[in-house]
C-alpha cells in the first residue's frame, strides 16, 4: 500500500511539473531561479499606459495586452553587473550601458523562440533605437560572438546591438529561468521588469511599454 502511495504521489508530481511548463509556454529552460513569483509576491504591478487605476494602496495597476506576460517591478530594482564582450572581444559590463533605456534580451543560437521573436526586437531598434533606447542582444552562446553575429545576419537582424558571453554564466547572475528573457532596464541602470518566453517586440503594446519606461 504504502509503494502504491509512493508512486501515485510520483506520478502527481510529475502532472504539476508538466503542467508548469507547459503554462510557461515557448521557452527553452536554463539553470538557475526566476523571479516572477517572487516580484509578484513582492507587489510587483503589472503597467499598461491606457487604462489605469489606482487600488487603495495608491498603486497603480494597468493591463500590457501583447505584453501581458511582463512581469514589472513595484520600484525599480539594480542587477548584477554583470560581463559580457564586445564583436572585439573587449569585456564590458551592464553598468556601462548606464544613461539610456535598454531592452536587454537574452538569447541563444540553439534557442527556436529566440529565433521567432529576433525580427521583431531588429525592427524596434530601427523604430526607437537612438541616444535614449536601444535593444541589447546578449547572446548565452558557447560559441560565442562569431556564430552569433551570423546567426543575426542569416536572420537580416542588422539593428540590434550584439555582445556575447561565451561563458554563458551571467543568465545564472541575472536568475533567467529559460530563454528567451527580455529584461527592460531604465536610464540609471535599474531593472524596471522582464518577460520570460518570445514576444511581440514592435507590438504597440511594447512600445508603450518601452517608452513609459523612458519618461
Known amino acids: ?41 513582492s507587489g510587483a504591478v503589472a503597467q499598461d499606459f491606457s487604462a489605469p487605476s489606482v487600488g487603495a494602496s495608491g498603486e497603480s495597476s494597468f493591463k500590457f495586452g501583447k505584453m501581458a506576460a511582463f512581469v514589472a517591478k513595484k520600484t525599480p530594482e539594480p ?36 529565433r521567432e521573436e529576433m525580427p521583431a526586437l531588429n525592427r524596434l531598434q530601427a523604430e526607437l533605437g537612438g541616444d535614449k533606447f536601444e535593444v541589447v ?24 546591438v550584439l555582445y556575447a558571453d561565451p561563458t554563458a554564466k551571467q543568465g545564472m547572475e541575472l536568475k533567467l529561468l529559460g530563454m528567451p528573457t527580455t529584461i527592460l532596464i531604465n536610464k540609471d541602470g535599474l531593472e524596471v521588469g522582464r518577460l520570460a518566453g518570445s514576444a511581440e517586440w514592435d507590438s504597440d503594446d511594447a512600445k508603450k511599454l518601452i517608452q513609459a519606461a523612458m519618461n
Open 137 to 160: 542582444a546578449l547572446s548565452l552562446d558557447r560559441k560565442g560572438y562569431e556564430a552569433s553575429r551570423k546567426f543575426l545576419d542569416d536572420l537580416k537582424a542588422d539593428k540590434v
Open 79 to 114: 542587477l548584477p553587473d554583470i560581463k559580457f564582450q564586445d564583436a572585439a572581444g573587449k569585456e564590458l559590463t551592464l553598468s556601462s550601458l548606464k544613461g539610456k533605456t535598454i531592452l536587454l534580451n537574452l538569447w541563444a543560437t540553439w534557442c527556436g523562440p529566440c
Open 1 to 41: 500500500m504504502a509503494t502504491n502511495n509512493a508512486v501515485g504521489l510520483q506520478k502527481a508530481l510529475w502532472i504539476v511539473a508538466l503542467t508548469a511548463l507547459i503554462g510557461f509556454g515557448a521557452v527553452y529552460v536554463i539553470g538557475g531561479g526566476f523571479d516572477n513569483a517572487g516580484s509578484e509576491k
